[in-house]
């Protein structure tokens, strides 16, 4: 199945699970996975979530954020390049720390 985001518009989800600013997300939904082309602004954050039924893996593309721990703790630079996995039961937020837009890849499956 090919999912071609450049056809999705993005959404403005504002304090998207508390966080805040607006997370701009273009989005694929199906019964078991969502697949996310995010954007945030310098200082716009996704709250501080667990994950309960799913898991996430969050690849960066452009930019530069930190990534708080299930502790909520900031503790790792999110970098171009890298990838961050949170598994179900695990808690995570993801933050513009940087003076461009953090660009990134997400997705997310029930498992």
Do not use: W
């Not at 452009?62 to 808690?91: F, H, M, R, W």
């Amino acid at each position: 199945m090919k999912i071609d985001f450049d056809s999705i518009p993005e959404e403005a989800k504002p304090n998207f699970k508390g966080g805040l600013k607006e997370y701009n997300v273009q989005m694929f939904t199906d019964d078991t996975n969502k697949i996310m082309h995010g954007r945030l602004v310098p200082g716009a954050s996704i709250g501080f979530h667990t994950h309960v039924e799913d898991q996430e893996i969050i690849y960066i593309l452009e930019g530069e954020g930190t990534v708080v721990n299930g502790e909520g703790i900031p503790d790792d630079k999110a970098l171009p390049g890298l990838a961050y996995l949170c598994s179900k039961g695990q808690s995570h937020s993801l933050i513009n720390s940087g003076n461009t837009d953090l660009i990134f890849f997400a997705v997310v499956t029930k498992v």
